[in-house]
């Protein structure tokens, strides 16, 4: 158990629909990563924060977007969900600049 | 650019050796990981290295060259629990807050009885 919480484990949606992924990063650490883990593609960082604000962006879509709370919590929302959004979606977290250590994921799956 | 190289399958023998490379190009280098994935779960931390040379921890050593832009992993000792997904990760940026990991496709290491 790396201490990263996500919810929910499972998602079914349909196309065109929105969704919110939530993480809760291990006690104490600032930062929070998004990635996306599809089986053509392999593991994509999507986003960072840092203590709220964004620090850095991979290849994010637009029509993703995310954000981290005052309590260090972070959530991804997907709009406008299309069949090639299906995928894992992993949070990982860390002290400034260590070892990023990941949720178990939230299995999305869009209709 | 970026571009991270693993091979995609390896196949090895219980209670042997497997070395598992991957090069990179990637801009403002600052360190590479190795981390492990079973299927359906999550990666879990298994090495660092960000100076030249090897790193030992247990079975399981990494090595690292800055100047050829090459790493492999090194599995001592092979279990059958051993069968899993290894991914390369560089970090770019020039440090402070900023982390972020490029991976590798992984490579699928199948250890046979």
């Known amino acids: 158990d790396s201490g990263v919480t996500q919810t929910p484990k499972h998602l079914i949606t349909a196309t065109g629909q929105r969704v919110t992924l939530r993480c809760s990063p291990r006690s104490g650490d600032l930062s929070v990563y998004w990635y996306q883990q599809s089986l053509d593609q392999g593991l994509q960082f999507l986003i960072q924060?840092?203590?709220?604000?964004?620090?850095a962006k991979g290849n994010i879509l637009e029509r993703f977007s995310a954000q981290q709370f005052p309590d260090l919590h972070s959530e991804l929302n997907l709009s406008s969900l299309e069949l090639g959004d299906s995928a894992l979606y992993f949070c990982?977290?860390?002290?400034?600049?260590?070892?990023?250590?990941f949720g178990p994921g939230t299995r999305l799956l869009v209709l | 650019g970026q571009n991270i190289d693993q091979p995609t399958e390896m196949t090895a023998t219980e209670g042997a050796i497997v070395q598992i490379n991957c090069t990179y190009q990637t801009s403002g280098f600052n360190g590479l990981f190795w981390y492990q994935q079973h299927a359906g779960e999550a990666p879990t931390f298994l090495s660092y290295n960000v100076l030249d040379g090897l790193e030992e921890k247990g079975r399981f050593s990494s090595f690292l060259s800055r100047s050829k832009g090459y790493s492999y992993l090194l599995l001592k000792e092979l279990q059958m629990k051993d069968s899993a997904s290894y991914l390369c990760?560089?970090?770019?940026?020039?440090?402070?807050?900023?982390?972020?990991?490029?991976f590798g496709t992984g490579t699928l290491l199948a250890v046979q009885p």
């Open positions: 990982a977290s860390s002290p400034v600049q260590e070892t990023q250590y």
């Open positions: 924060y840092y203590n709220g604000e964004e620090r």
């Open positions: 990760a560089v970090r770019e940026g020039a440090g402070g807050a900023t982390n972020k990991l490029i």
